[in-house]
């Protein structure tokens, strides 16, 4: 299959590339046949390697659209599969524990390899850092369906899908920029480019969520909403336990993991909330910028950050894009 990089030609796109460390020297494109926007030139240097990567059946694949509840579900896998040692979980940074496939796709090389470095890993990719895990890994990966390496499918590797309402995903995004790309626009500029499907990156939004949706009878792929874990968390972990076939545990043992992945724990939790590849984000980019990549987690946080007229343009998208599919999301608790 012959891939190709199509260029976006809008004023919108170019002023979010010129205002974000990657996407300046790798624009944002449009990468067909799949039809997902990806910084020029990242993700071709690595397809060949993503469509030959080795998959074993007791793999775990965390697949979610960037801002959806990733690191969340990666630390509750992380726990359910390693016997609930939380004290092992601290000890090791997220990164390193559910490595990030993908990572060098959307990140300049010298960068991944400064950050895997910085952690004690000298790799110069997401998926080289894959294949140094051990069995059995747990893998994050921000691709869509179609993207995904084959011998997933061959194998029968388990995979959980999280997806969350794209209105506060675009308004965490605008976090997310800030923190590693010294994103110096606002939360409009992303909506508007989500809105028109031509960014960020790993959009159009739907066409990602989608490719997953369309795959619900799937018997290995577990799809669950975020909101859905903001109401039960202690139900989704048992629906996320039997799927993964983890060892069963008590409801004390649950309520334990609930604590430690609660939004006030992994934002002061150093090994989850990427304070080591942040740290090292800013300081190759010189950015003034403070946080945690995990942000506030609220659902309906939009409401006070999206203009009257980008929630109307939200609305109309979603109606459009959400027909006849059968998904529907939750925007307020």
Not at 48 to 68: G, H, L, M
Request: glycine share 4%; aromatic share 10%.
């Amino acid at each position: 299959m012959e891939l190709k990089e199509m260029p976006i030609d809008d004023g919108k796109l170019q002023k979010f590339n010129s205002q974000c460390y990657t996407f300046k020297e790798h624009p944002l494109i449009m990468l067909e046949p799949y039809h997902q926007i990806f910084p020029s030139a990242l993700y071709l240097n690595q397809h060949k390697s993503f469509q030959e990567s080795e998959v074993y059946e007791d793999d775990v694949w965390i697949c979610t659209f960037p801002k959806s509840g990733t690191h969340w579900m990666q630390e509750i896998v992380y726990c359910l599969r390693n016997g609930m040692d939380f004290e092992k979980a601290k000890s090791s940074s997220l990164t390193l524990r559910v490595p990030f496939f993908d990572f060098s796709s959307v990140t300049m090389a010298d960068q991944t390899e400064q950050i895997y470095k910085a952690l004690g890993k000298p790799c110069k990719a997401g998926s080289e850092l894959v294949d140094h895990t051990p069995r059995p890994r747990t893998i994050k990966t921000h691709l869509s369906y179609d993207m995904l390496p084959p011998k997933i499918h061959e194998t029968g590797a388990k995979m959980i899908c999280v997806v969350r309402n794209p209105r506060d995903v675009c308004v965490s995004l605008l976090n997310h920029f800030y923190l590693t790309e010294n994103f110096t626009g606002d939360v409009e500029l992303i909506a508007d480019i989500m809105l028109k499907d031509i960014g960020p990156f790993y959009a159009p939004f739907f066409t990602h969520i989608l490719s997953y949706w369309k795959q619900c009878e799937n018997p290995n792929l577990l799809i669950v909403h975020y909101e859905e874990m903001q109401k039960d968390i202690a139900g989704i972990i048992k629906r996320v336990a039997k799927f993964i076939n983890a060892k069963e545990y008590s409801d004390d043992q649950i309520e334990k993991l609930i604590e430690h992945t609660s939004l006030d724990n992994m934002k002061v939790n150093t090994s989850v909330n990427g304070t080591g590849t942040v740290d090292t984000v800013i300081k190759l980019m010189q950015n003034e910028q403070k946080g945690s990549l995990i942000n506030k987690g609220k659902t309906g946080g939009w409401k006070n950050k999206l203009k009257e007229e980008t929630i109307e343009r939200f609305q109309k998208w979603e109606e459009k894009w959400l027909k006849d599919t059968g998904l529907s999301f939750a925007y307020e608790l």
